[in-house]
């Protein structure tokens, strides 16, 4: 093998040899997904029908994290989707976690997303750090509509993770509205300052879209510069669960925030005091009512009260035994139409007197 022969199969053997080492390096600038290559279209995107699929690959994500893939219209890689996951076919979705080198593959099916192309796979963290990417997906069949204009100047910017702070009160506990603070770093990464700007907050509980609450920050940001956000957070009366906290701006949700609300357990022992209270209540004034309308028996009184021991005679210890009763003798005359007293009790005669002589009258 001459020279020059050596030098090009030297470059090959050095190129098979630095082609592992490729993918690390890639996958350190970030999350990426791509599409399947069978299904590409035009431009370097993906193309399918409704109803088809495609199969994500994705690399440089963090090993065994659990991701969700979306279907989003309104959306670019540069731009993000705007309108978040309320411009994503949510229902068609898919979730997959990555190995331990950070990498998955995913057949997602291909659905109509709520709003207008152009349309990505939107691929996101559901636990942990957040990250995304997006690919170019061309869904054949769907309108498309130009994305809304970006507005020029200031560009505001997260710096910090969002964190909810504050507790729960006394009657919090009893089935008071929680309430919390949302606080976030925001810097202005634009030309222009931020004057006011007005964000969105959403609270939604479980699979159940959020509710938006317009919430204005009161202050100017200068272009490179940056501010604490603060904004009030507040569910209505007796809510707890799971609840995602969500903030939007300029139709691009930039941060979600996961938020346990315990039980108002004060209005659980407020109803099993209830329970309880009230039968027994009920039962006491229906035996009263039951007493009052009892007839009497015969001859025996409803109530019997016993004499106050200050009310009975006093009995003298000091005196003696009482008189002997005497009996109650027929006295002569008390028995009608005998006034000599013949009919009286007999009289018995002494054992120690003399018996007494009858008279004897003249023969």
Known sequence: ?????????????????????????????GPVVRLSASQAGTGGSSQAGTGGSVTARGS???????????????????RGVIGGTNSCANGDGRAVTTDAHGSF???????EPPVPCPCVVHVATVTGAKAEADAVLQVAGHPVAPLPAETSGGRLSILSDTRLTGSG????????????????TAGNVGTSPLQDPVFRVGTAHGV???????????GTLAPGRKALVRLPVELSAGAHGGYTVSLEYDGRVIAEQPWE???????????????????????????AVVDRVRPRRPGGVRHRRLPHPASRPARSRTSGPGPAPTLPWFTPGSVPGDPAGR?????????TSPPTPTPKGPT
């Open 1 to 29: 093998m001459s020279g020059g022969a050596r030098i090009p199969a030297l470059a090959a053997v050095l190129a098979l040899l630095l082609l592992p080492l490729a993918g690390p390096a890639a996958a350190a600038g």
């Open 169 to 184: 009160g006394v009657l919090t506990w009893f089935g008071a509205p929680p309430g919390r603070t949302l606080e976030f």
């Open 60 to 78: 440089g994500w963090r090993p065994g994290t659990l991701l969700m893939l979306l279907v989003c219209g309104r959306a670019t890689p540069s």
């Open 343 to 351: 009919l009286s009790a007999p009289h018995h005669d002494s054992p």
């Open 261 to 287: 609300v315990g039980r108002p357990w004060g209005v659980t022992l407020f109803w099993l005091l209830l329970c309880l209270v009230v039968p027994a209540a009920v039962f006491r004034a229906g035996m």
């Open 105 to 111: 593959t995913r057949k997602l099916p291909v659905a």
């Open 208 to 218: 159940f879209a959020p509710r938006w609450d317009e919430q204005q920050w009161h």
